[in-house]
C-alpha cells in the first residue's frame, strides 16, 4: 500500500474526535493491508519508527531535520519559526514549508509513489548508518526520502521520525481498532498487547492468523509489563470493608515505581511508563545481581532517594537520577537510592499473574536474598491497621497500600484488588492571585487557578502552585465571574486579579521550586473549599508553608533513626 493512504488517514484521524468513527476508520485500513505491512503500519500510525522494543533508534534530532526541510525548500528558520507559532506542531509546520515550495509542488508528480514498506526500509537504513561518515548518509537517506513525499506525506514522516504523532489514536483505541478489524474479541487482543507489550505485533499476528495467532502468547523478558494501578481509598476502614474484612497492608512508599527482569546476569530495570532507566541506577543492578535468586524473574519493587546521612529525600531528588543520562557514578553518589521489592510477576520461565497476592508475596520472599520487602501486616483489626498507617506516616512514607489477599496481578488495570491510603498533609488556606482560562470544554471560563501565600513580613502574595482541580463546572463559572469583577489586568491567557479570594487547598507534597518566587510549589494541589468565610489576611502565610515543608524533612529524618 502507499504510504499517502496511511498520511490521508492520519488527516482524517486528526479531525475526528469520535472515538467509534476513529476506530472503524482504522480497522477498515488495516484490513486493506498486506500481511507484511500490519506491523509497520500500526507502529507509525502509534508515532513509531520501530516495532515498540526493537532496540533500533534514528537518532534524528528537530534541528537536523528542519536544517535538511530548509535545504530542501530553501525556507528560512523564519519561515519555521512563524509556521510553528501558527500550528505547534513540528510535522505540520514542515507541511507548510513544503507546499510554499516548488519541491513540494513537484514531489509526487515526479516520482514513483512511497509506500509503507519502502518507508520502513528507509527508515531502517537510516537507523543502521553508523561509524564514519554515518551523519552524512543519514541526512542523504533523509534527504532523498522527503524530496519524494508530498506535503501531507511530510507532515506524517517528519512526525514518525521525531516520534510525536499526536492525533489522539493512542494504544488503546488501536486495541479496538485490531479487534474490529480482524473480529477478535476485544479482551484477547488487550490480552495478547498486555503481554507482548505492542499492539502492532498483535495486530500482525491477528491478521496472519486471527485468534490462534494469539492464543498461546506468554511474557517474553525485557519487554514491561503496563504496571498494576491502585484506587484511593479514604482509611483503613475502608480497604477493610472492601476486602472481606480481612486484608495485607504496606507501606506506600514515595519513590519510583520499577519492574526488574532479569536473566542469569543479565539486568534491566524499567520505570513506571516503561522506559529502560538501566543506566540510570548501577548500583541497584548490582544490588539484584548479587542478591535475587532465580534464574529468571520479573519482579516490581520502588526506589526512594536517600540523604547524605542516611534519610529519605523527597520524591524530586530521585528524579535527578532518572534525569541525567550522563555523570551517572557521580550522581549515584550524590543520591544514593535504596530499593523495596513488592511483588513478583514471571519467575524459572512462569507467569505467576494469576496466583494470589500472598502467595505471590511468599514466593517473592524467598527469591529477593537480602532485598528488603515493603512492610506488611495482614490483619482484620481496624485499629491496628489505623496504627500501622500512623507509624507510616511518621516514617516519613506516604501512607499504605491494601492488596486483597487471593487477588491476580492484573497488568495495566486501575481495580480495588490495591487500594492506596494517603494521609494528606494538613490543609493550607490560599489566595487566589491569577487565573487562565482552560482548554476544550473550559475554554471559555477561568479554570485553571494561581495559588499565594501572604508573606507576613512584606505584605506581598507570593505563588505556590497552580490548579484546575477541585470545583465544580457550577462553581467555575461562578469564579470566573468574581474573578472578572477584581481582574486587574490582562496578559493573553491569563488574568491577574486582586487577591481576595481565598481557598482551601490539599497537596501531596511542597517541594523546592525556582518556579515561583517564593522558592516552593505544592505537588498535586487541588482545591478542597472556596473559603468565603475567611479574608486574605487570615489566608496561610509564606512562613508557615515554610515551617510545613521543613517539617517534611523532621518527619524523613525520623524514618532514618528507626
Ligand atoms: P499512586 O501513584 O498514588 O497511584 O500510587 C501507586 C504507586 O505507589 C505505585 O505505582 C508505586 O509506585 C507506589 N508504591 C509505593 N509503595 C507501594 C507498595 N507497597 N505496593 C505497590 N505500590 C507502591
Not at 492520519?10 to 468513527?21: G, M, W
Not at 543506566?279 to 535468586?293: A, T
Not at 551517572?328 to 511483588?343: A, M, N, T
Not at 510477576?345 to 532485598?371: C, F, N, Q
Request: charged share 30%.
Amino acid at each position: 500500500m502507499e504510504f499517502k493512504e496511511l498520511a490521508n488517514l492520519c488527516e482524517r484521524l486528526e479531525v475526528t474526535t469520535k472515538r467509534n468513527l476513529m476506530t472503524d476508520m482504522v480497522a477498515d485500513f488495516l484490513r486493506r493491508l498486506d500481511e507484511r505491512e500490519v506491523e509497520p503500519a500500526v507502529s507509525m500510525l502509534l508515532g513509531r519508527p520501530f516495532p515498540r522494543w526493537d532496540p533500533r533508534t534514528l537518532d534524528i534530532s528537530w534541528a537536523t531535520l528542519s536544517m535538511i526541510i530548509q535545504r530542501l525548500t530553501g525556507a528560512t528558520w523564519k519561515d519555521f519559526s512563524e509556521a510553528f507559532r501558527n500550528t505547534g506542531d513540528m510535522g505540520a509546520s514542515a507541511k507548510i514549508i513544503f507546499e510554499r515550495s516548488r519541491i513540494g509542488r513537484q514531489a509526487t508528480l515526479l516520482e514513483r509513489p512511497l509506500t509503507i514498506l519502502e518507508v520502513r526500509s528507509i527508515l531502517e537504513a537510516i537507523s543502521e548508518a553508523s561509524g564514519q561518515g554515518s551523519r552524512e548518509k543519514k541526512e542523504r537517506l533523509i534527504r532523498s526520502l522527503l524530496s519524494r513525499a508530498s506535503p501531507v506525506e511530510v507532515k506524517y514522516l517528519v512526525k514518525i521520525m521525531i516520534g510525536e504523532m499526536r492525533m489522539g489514536l493512542q494504544e488503546g483505541l488501536m486495541e479496538v481498532a485490531v479487534s474490529k478489524a480482524f473480529s477478535v474479541p476485544l479482551k484477547k487482543v488487550q490480552l495478547a498487547s498486555m503481554l507482548k507489550g505492542d499492539v502492532a505485533e498483535v495486530a500482525a499476528l491477528c491478521k496472519k492468523e486471527g485468534l490462534k495467532g494469539i492464543s498461546n502468547l506468554s511474557f517474553t523478558l525485557f519487554r514491561p509489563i503496563k504496571p498494576m494501578l491502585a484506587q484511593m481509598a479514604e482509611s483503613p476502614m475502608e480497604a477493610l470493608k472492601e476486602h472481606g474484612g480481612r486484608t495485607a497492608f504496606e507501606y506506600k512508599l514515595d519513590g519510583a515505581r520499577i519492574q526488574i527482569h532479569k536473566l542469569g546476569d543479565k539486568i534491566r530495570i524499567f520505570s513506571r511508563r516503561l522506559t529502560d532507566v538501566t543506566k540510570s541506577l548501577p548500583d541497584i543492578i548490582d544490588f539484584i545481581r548479587r542478591e535475587v535468586r532465580p534464574e529468571n524473574a520479573i519482579m516490581e519493587g520502588e526506589v526512594i532517594a536517600i540523604g547524605k546521612n542516611g534519610n529519605p529525600l523527597p520524591f524530586q531528588h530521585l528524579m535527578r537520577r532518572f534525569r541525567r543520562v550522563y555523570e551517572i557514578e557521580k550522581v549515584s553518589e550524590e543520591v544514593p537510592v535504596k530499593l523495596y521489592l513488592f511483588d513478583i510477576l514471571y519467575m524459572d520461565g512462569k507467569s505467576l499473574i494469576e496466583t494470589p497476592y500472598v502467595d505471590r508475596r511468599r514466593i517473592l520472599e524467598e527469591a529477593a536474598g537480602e532485598i528488603p520487602l515493603t512492610k506488611q501486616i495482614i490483619t482484620d483489626d481496624a485499629a491496628e491497621a489505623k496504627r500501622f498507617l500512623e507509624n507510616a506516616v511518621d516514617g516519613g512514607h506516604e501512607g499504605l497500600m491494601a492488596k486483597r489477599l487471593n487477588s491476580p496481578y492484573t497488568p495495566g488495570i486501575r481495580g480495588k484488588h490495591w487500594l492506596k491510603i494517603k494521609k494528606t498533609l494538613e490543609p493550607l488556606d490560599l489566595v487566589i492571585v491569577a487565573a487562565e482560562y482552560g482548554t476544550g470544554r473550559r475554554h471559555r471560563w477561568l479554570s485553571d487557578y494561581y495559588l499565594a501565600a501572604r508573606d507576613e513580613i512584606t505584605g506581598e502574595f507570593l505563588t505556590l502552585g497552580k490548579t484546575f482541580k477541585g470545583l465544580t463546572d457550577q462553581e467555575i463559572e461562578e469564579m470566573t465571574r468574581r474573578l472578572k469583577e477584581i481582574a486587574i489586568e490582562e496578559r493573553g491567557h491569563l488574568v491577574l486579579v486582586k487577591p481576595k479570594i481565598v481557598v482551601e487547598v490539599a497537596y501531596n507534597e511542597i517541594q523546592k521550586s525556582p518556579k515561583y518566587k517564593s522558592g516552593m510549589a505544592l505537588r498535586f494541589a487541588r482545591i478542597t473549599r472556596i473559603r468565603d468565610d475567611k479574608s486574605p489576611d487570615e489566608a496561610d502565610t509564606i512562613q508557615r508553608v515554610r515551617q510545613i515543608y521543613e517539617k517534611q524533612f523532621a518527619r524523613k529524618a525520623k524514618f532514618q533513626e528507626t
